[in-house]
């Protein structure tokens, strides 16, 4: 009778095998992108993140980072993602909400946009090399691994969404 592994050790095994696969096929790749990873990298809701991250984000294929928390895609990398950045306060920059994730894009560096979740912690950004290619395509295709992190309190909201503001006059 031929030996059969436990369910959970085949799991590792396959899993090691393609651990050990993956990194042989990396080796003939360019170079990781360098990353400085974000504060709160380390987060189990980053971790839960990273796994999901798509292989092209707005058509560009992804690259190899060389920090925990992180993604790039393109070449030259024209979008770079790090989570666990702190959690961004109110703001009076435009704010989106893209499938069900709420953005803070800071345009202040344009072509290139920095797009800051907002309403969940910790916080994602991606920076986006507008030049290159549609920050809107880029945060819609990560919008889906990024929603595994789940949100805390309001989404984004303007002026007009707060009513009418109690005077302050006596």
Not at 19 to 29: D, E, N, R, Y
Not at 104 to 112: G, L, N, Q, T
């Amino acid at each position: 009778m031929p030996h059969r592994l436990a369910p959970a050790r085949r799991r590792r095994v396959v899993g090691a095998f393609a651990v050990v696969g993956a990194a042989l096929g990396l080796t003939a790749c360019a170079q990781a992108v360098p990353f400085d990873p974000a504060p709160f990298a380390a987060s189990a809701d980053c971790a839960a993140l990273v796994v999901r991250l798509p292989d092209t984000v707005a058509e560009l294929p992804e690259r190899q980072t060389n920090a925990q928390g992180t993604g790039a895609w393109g070449e030259p990398a024209s979008v770079l993602l790090r989570c666990g950045v702190p959690v961004p306060g109110p703001t009076t920059d435009r704010c989106v909400s893209v499938d069900g994730v709420d953005w803070i894009i800071d345009e202040s560096d344009a072509p290139r946009y920095l797009f800051t979740t907002y309403g969940r912690s910790p916080a994602v950004e991606v920076l986006v090399d507008n030049d290159v290619v549609s920050g809107t395509s880029a945060i819609t295709d990560l919008a889906k691994a990024v929603s595994v992190i789940p949100t805390e309190g309001p989404g984004c909201t303007s002026i007009d969404d707060l009513g009418e503001v109690p005077s302050t006059d006596g």
